[in-house]
């Protein structure tokens, strides 16, 4: 009995999978480019004016959701048997990277920050009048927005490039 006999079972051949798969991979694709995209703007509109913006990391924080759902989705699509090209795996696993590199850089921001400053810890801020206090505060915000949206944008190139090699 052939797959086709089946119902349901139609799609499950490696040749073929279910087309609304990929067609929900490439929805996810197309939010999380609109979302990083966003991102990369609000984030530089708010490093530009050194303020913070607690909308700006919940949006940061879907956009890197919907990144992961869209790659497993396309792990997915994979384990039915889609063979896509190398170059779109690379483009689509990229992201991931580039986010927890600047995760990594976004938690170093408040220590390279005190140490240009020569400021060793709580202790030496806590001397600091209340006004250098807040700049240290602004330097510090304003480093983690600029890594993340800049990070923000090198993923939406990436993503763009895993849409038009995929």
């Known amino acids: 009995m052939s797959n086709e006999a089946i119902p349901g079972l139609a799609y499950s051949t490696p040749e073929a ?3 609304h798969v990929k067609e929900v991979h490439i929805a996810f ?3 999380g480019i609109g979302l990083f995209a966003l991102v990369a703007l609000w984030g530089a509109w708010c490093w530009r004016a050194a303020r913070p913006s607690a909308w700006f990391w919940r949006l940061l924080r879907a956009a890197q959701l919907t990144v992961l759902i869209e790659m497993g989705i396309g792990g997915l699509l994979v384990a039915l048997g889609h ?3 190398q170059l779109h795996l ?3 696993a990229l992201p991931v ?3 927890l590199v600047a995760e990594s850089l976004r ?3 408040a220590q390279m920050i005190l140490d240009q400053r020569g400021l060793e810890g709580t202790r030496a801020v806590r001397k600091l009048r209340r006004e250098e206090q807040r ?3 602004v330097a510090i915000i304003k480093r983690e927005l600029g890594v ?3 990070a923000a944008a090198v993923i939406v190139v990436l993503l763009a490039r895993a849409v038009a090699t995929g």
Do not use: E, T
Request: aromatic fraction near 4%; glycine fraction near 8%; charged fraction near 10%.
């Open 135 to 137: 700049a240290l505060v």
């Open 17 to 19: 999978p279910p087309a």
């Open 29 to 31: 694709a197309g939010i």
């Open 90 to 92: 690379i483009y689509g």
């Open 148 to 150: 993340m949206a800049l």
């Open 97 to 99: 990277l580039v986010s």
């Open 107 to 109: 938690i170093a921001a």
């Open 83 to 85: 063979k896509p090209r």
